[in-house]
């Protein structure tokens, strides 16, 4: 083999070796970059879903506060309209009920429930009771003489006009009152039964 041959089998061997070599380092190049954009590309997806994950933490809290205002907002209205309803209804139950006691039919009835309290919670013996003006004779009459043959004495009647509605009834230091003053004295209680009848008659 001439010396040319010789340099230019050397000159293929190397330039062989170096295409080996190139396209080694290219293929771990090409997979270096492929790794790297994988792992850009995963980083960015994971801060895509971080970003998407925070957006949908401070929308969720963002609509829990909204409601709970909302929620609060209701409730406050609900009060407002509460009161004023019960205002409604304590400006106009006096007059009512003292329309309940001019009504001979309504008024007997008041009279009945205050007597039944009465019987349950009174001693025997003399009661007296005063009344507001407008119970008729022939009924404080009759009631006057069934309590005296149930209570073997006869209950001192009298009208007394600052009563405006209703009656009262005592013995000794215990006294049922049943007047219009002594329905409207526990205003809580009646607050909320008026309250209920409101809500029930709308």
Same mark, same amino acid.
């Given at each position: 083999m001439?010396?040319a041959?010789?340099?230019?089998?050397?000159?293929e061997?190397?330039?062989?070796?170096r295409?080996?070599?190139?396209?080694?380092?290219?293929?771990?190049?090409q997979?270096?970059?492929?790794?790297?954009?994988?792992t850009?590309?995963?980083?960015a997806?994971?801060?895509?879903?971080? #970003?998407? =994950? %925070?957006?949908?933490? /401070?929308?969720? @809290?963002?609509? +829990?506060?909204?409601? $709970?205002?909302? !929620?609060? *907002?209701?409730?406050?209205?609900?009060?407002?309209?509460?009161?004023?309803?019960?205002?409604?209804?304590?400006?106009?139950?006096?007059?009512?009920?003292?329309?309940?006691?001019?009504?001979?039919r309504?008024?007997?009835?008041?009279?009945?429930?205050?007597?039944?309290?009465?019987?349950?919670?009174?001693?025997?013996?003399?009661?007296?009771?005063?009344?507001?003006?407008?119970? #008729?004779? =022939? %009924?404080?009459?009759? /009631?006057?003489? @069934?309590?005296? +043959?149930?209570?073997? $004495?006869?209950? !001192?009647v *009298?009208?007394?006009?600052?009563?405006?509605?209703?009656?009262?009834?005592?013995?000794?230091?215990?006294?049922?009152?049943?007047t219009?003053?002594?329905?409207?004295?526990?205003?809580?209680?009646?607050?909320?039964?008026?309250?209920?009848?409101?809500?029930?008659?709308?």
């Amino acid at each position: 083999m001439t010396l040319a041959a010789r340099e230019q089998a050397l000159l293929e061997l190397v330039e062989a070796d170096r295409g080996l070599r190139c396209a080694t380092i290219m293929r771990e190049a090409q997979a270096s970059a492929a790794a790297s954009v994988a792992t850009a590309h995963a980083e960015a997806r994971a801060r895509v879903c971080r #970003a998407f =994950a %925070e957006e949908r933490q /401070l929308r969720a @809290a963002r609509l +829990a506060a909204a409601a $709970a205002k909302l !929620q609060t *907002h209701r409730r406050l209205h609900e009060q407002r309209r509460a009161a004023a309803l019960v205002a409604t209804g304590w400006r106009a139950l006096p007059e009512a009920l003292c329309e309940r006691w001019r009504q001979p039919r309504t008024q007997q009835a008041w009279v009945d429930s205050v007597i039944a309290a009465a019987r349950t919670t009174l001693p025997r013996g003399g009661w007296r009771i005063a009344h507001a003006p407008g119970w #008729a004779d =022939a %009924e404080r009459l009759v /009631l006057a003489r @069934a309590l005296e +043959a149930e209570l073997g $004495a006869a209950p !001192q009647v *009298h009208c007394d006009d600052s009563i405006r509605a209703g009656l009262k009834v005592a013995q000794g230091r215990i006294v049922i009152d049943g007047t219009l003053e002594g329905l409207l004295a526990d205003r809580s209680e009646i607050g909320a039964g008026l309250l209920q009848h409101l809500e029930q008659a709308r």
